[in-house]
């Protein structure tokens, strides 16, 4: 990544020598085991610190250039925002994740045409029944990776059904702006190594969708939920392009305090009215829990553990 960056032009300084925050984009095509790699994570020494690849550019992941093409084609001509938001689907064998309805929630929260899928609800039958009308996709749930058959990888609905990534090769959708999918391994490609990655990011792109954000290993809850929620809220309130979001919630997440993270929730519920709330973020949840990880002063989430593991494929 030092040799991609030699000849890469990164974002401009202001007067006091800081990135300016809209950094150019810069779209990877990650063939083989490169598809495994946070490349937007690859850092050198600065100082006391590191400084990554994502500070100086905004990074995109793409199957190949003719699926980017297509991608920015689809996110041109997608109208409409119906989001599909699903869940924790249950009944599953994988272990509960106490955080996934207060994530939805604060999401949803952002949107007026929503259909909502949680729990027994989230079957296989009726999310590929929604799924052609979406124009946007969050899952909130568990995800899984076939290391020996990729298109056996997917996300977990009811009853242990896995919407795999041959079911969505297998669908066709009419034009679809954004699937976030915040569960495990959703961006793994597996032990075969075509030239073009297969996962169920390149599929959803491959199916319709313009931008697909996912992850390539499992992820904490409680980062997750941050950063998904500050990943929307960078997109729907300030404006900023999905990739430029994803990149400025990954930021966040590492460099600000606990203190910082406990402030911004509790401003953002003060904010909101108690029935916009009612299923959204809980300030405990964001302030009191994450706070146990370290001082009032640690930035106890900068390791990119926490952070490194969502990329954005397309656009």
């Given amino acids: 990544m030092g040799s991609v960056a030699e000849v890469l032009t990164p974002s401009p300084q202001d007067e006091r020598g800081e990135r300016e925050e809209e950094a150019p984009v810069v779209t990877l095509i990650a063939t083989g085991l490169l598809g495994l790699l946070p490349l937007h994570a690859a ?10 690849f994502l500070d100086d550019f905004a990074v995109a992941y793409a199957p190949s250039a003719l699926a980017l093409d297509h991608a920015r084609s689809r996110a041109a001509a997608v109208e409409g925002e119906h989001l599909l938001a699903v869940g924790e689907p249950q009944p599953v064998s994988a272990i509960p994740l106490p955080n996934t309805l207060r994530e939805v929630g604060a999401i949803v929260d952002l949107f007026d045409d929503v259909q909502t899928l949680h729990g027994r609800a989230a079957t296989h039958t009726a999310v590929m029944e929604a799924l052609p009308a979406a124009r946007l996709l969050h899952f909130s749930g568990h995800g899984g990776t076939d290391w020996q058959n990729p298109r056996q990888s997917g996300l977990l609905l009811a009853h242990d059904r896995m919407l795999t990534v041959a079911d969505v090769q297998a669908m066709r959708h009419p034009g679809a702006r954004l699937a976030t999918l915040s569960a495990c391994e959703t961006g793994i490609p597996g032990r075969q190594l075509p030239d073009e990655v297969v996962n169920l990011a390149s599929a959803l792109v491959q199916t ?20 998904m929620e500050r990943f929307y809220r960078c997109w729907r309130e300030e404006g900023l392009a999905p990739v430029h979001a994803l990149r400025r919630a ?12 406990a402030d911004y929730f509790a401003q953002e519920f003060d904010e909101r009215t108690t029935e916009r709330m009612a299923d959204a973020i809980a300030v405990e949840f964001f302030s009191k829990v994450s706070l146990q990880r370290g001082k009032m002063e640690d930035r106890s989430f900068a390791h990119p553990a926490w952070w490194a593991a969502f990329t ?3 656009v």
Avoid: C, H, P
């Fill in 312 to 314: 954005f494929t397309g």
């Fill in 43 to 52: 850092w050198t020494q600065a100082g006391e610190g590191r400084r990554y």
């Fill in 208 to 227: 319709g969708f313009a931008g697909v954000a996912s992850s390539l290993w499992a992820v904490y809850d409680i980062s997750t939920a941050m950063l």
């Fill in 250 to 261: 990954q930021i966040w997440i590492r460099d600000t305090t606990n203190q910082e993270k």
